[in-house]
């Protein structure tokens, strides 16, 4: 399993080293996007607006939009050293709570925590601390420059890290458009939906819970192959006026130099002739 991040995690003196996992991975079936006239993959470009011309990242820095059209220039040396400055704090679990004080809107991403080479006896013992306390640990880390609020919680046998939202990145409810205010419910109504509500209810089982639409579009492309209907595109891309690719610029200024050549070679013979 790919390690995505390595590093130790700590309560009170207690230090854990660490390597982080994805947990989860997204199941989606990607489709790419053809031209419909020939079916050649379609490329997009970075392109800027005011100078109208083909950028590579070489010629791309980042910036802050402070106002509209008004920024902040940032330098990738000042945002590496403030990454580095995080990133080599060790992720500290400076909390103790209970999972159910956590609404679900503040979860975003779950990850497995292994133990280093030397770390599987603290493992053990925040493993076994979390079981019998029936708390979960809230914590820092910074992942891919950016730093994380997280919990730290018992799945099955293992840690798992959870990155949860800050309480400023939950948008507020009152922003949410047409909410109804409190309103007077027909108690023969409630009741019966509580009916419903006690017919319906079961235990959790995850593998009871497919995503249909992307099984029905996996069987669409099979049936696709099947039937021999696979597109496949030989065309060439053509070779751009203002040559970039040194090999290319090579072959066109040895082309440029066969044509003289051969006409020099010909006007010798007629004089001989």
């Not at 947990?23 to 990607?30: F, H, L, P």
Request: aromatic share 6%; proline share 4%; with cysteine.
């Amino acid at each position: 399993m790919h390690t995505v991040w390595k590093g130790s995690i700590s309560f009170g003196l207690v230090n854990i080293p660490v390597k982080l996992h994805a947990a989860t991975e997204n199941k989606d079936v990607k489709l790419r996007q053809l031209h419909k006239e020939c079916h050649t993959p379609i490329s997009y470009k970075k392109v800027c607006e005011g100078c109208n011309q083909e950028v590579t990242d070489e010629d791309i820095v980042k910036a802050y939009e402070y106002a509209k059209n008004k920024f902040v220039v940032l330098d990738q040396e000042d945002l590496e050293n403030l990454r580095k400055e995080n990133e080599d704090k060790a992720v500290e679990i400076i909390d103790f709570v209970q999972l159910t004080e956590i609404d679900p809107i503040y979860f975003e991403r779950t990850y497995f925590l292994s133990p280093d080479s030397t770390g599987a006896k603290a493992y053990s013992l925040l493993r076994k601390t979390l079981e019998q306390s029936g708390k979960i640990g809230i914590a820092k880390i910074v992942i891919r420059s950016k730093e994380q609020l997280a919990i730290v919680r018992v799945y099955q046998n293992a840690l798992v890290m959870e990155t949860i939202h800050y309480p400023d990145e939950v948008r507020s409810i009152g922003d949410v458009p047409n909410i109804p205010s409190e309103q007077d419910v027909v108690q023969k109504e409630l009741d019966t939906a509580l009916m419903l509500v006690e017919q319906l209810t079961t235990t959790f089982n995850p593998e009871k819970y497919t995503d249909d639409y992307r099984n029905a579009l996996l069987e669409l492309i099979e049936e696709k192959k099947a039937t021999n209907t696979i597109s496949t595109s030989d065309k060439q891309r053509p070779i751009p006026e203002n040559v970039t690719d040194l090999m290319t610029a090579l072959q066109a200024s040895l082309e440029k130099t066969k044509k003289p050549a051969t006409r020099k070679r010909t006007t010798r013979k007629k004089k001989n002739a």
